[in-house]
């Protein structure tokens, strides 16, 4: 599996930013997909994480503010991030989880940065 991020940018406070992810290669194998963030100094964390099964968890960060999505072929999945703040400064990473049996397997993207600054 292979990832492409895009979408970040610089926005002032209170602005939105849609950030993108295509996924290509064995598509069919992904079972979980998400965005994670790591801001300057500090460790990379969940942003957001949508199941095959139809479960979506956000971090309490982004809850209210930011939606996650995908297209119906799992192909392209999405973040809309609203009412921006400054601490959501940070790279965004795309993540997608595949099994083999018990064995989980990890694909990122190569993050997109997003500064959110006046």
């Known amino acids: 599996v292979q990832l492409q991020a895009s979408g970040g940018g610089l926005v002032q406070p209170g602005g939105s930013l849609s950030l993108s992810c295509e996924a290509s290669g064995n598509i069919f194998s992904i079972r979980v997909l998400g965005w994670y963030r790591q801001a300057p100094g500090k460790q990379r964390e969940l942003v957001a994480t949508?199941?095959?099964?139809?479960?979506?968890v956000y971090a309490d960060s982004a809850k209210g503010r930011f939606t996650s999505s995908r297209d119906d072929a799992w192909s392209t999945f999405y973040l809309q991030m609203n009412s921006l703040k400054p601490e959501d400064t940070a790279v965004y990473y795309c993540?997608?989880?595949?099994?083999?049996?018990?064995?989980?397997?990890?694909?990122w993207g190569q993050g997109t940065e997003v500064t959110v600054s006046s």
């Open positions: 949508s199941t095959r099964g139809g479960t979506t």
């Open positions: 993540n997608a989880v595949t099994y083999s049996g018990s064995v989980r397997d990890d694909y």
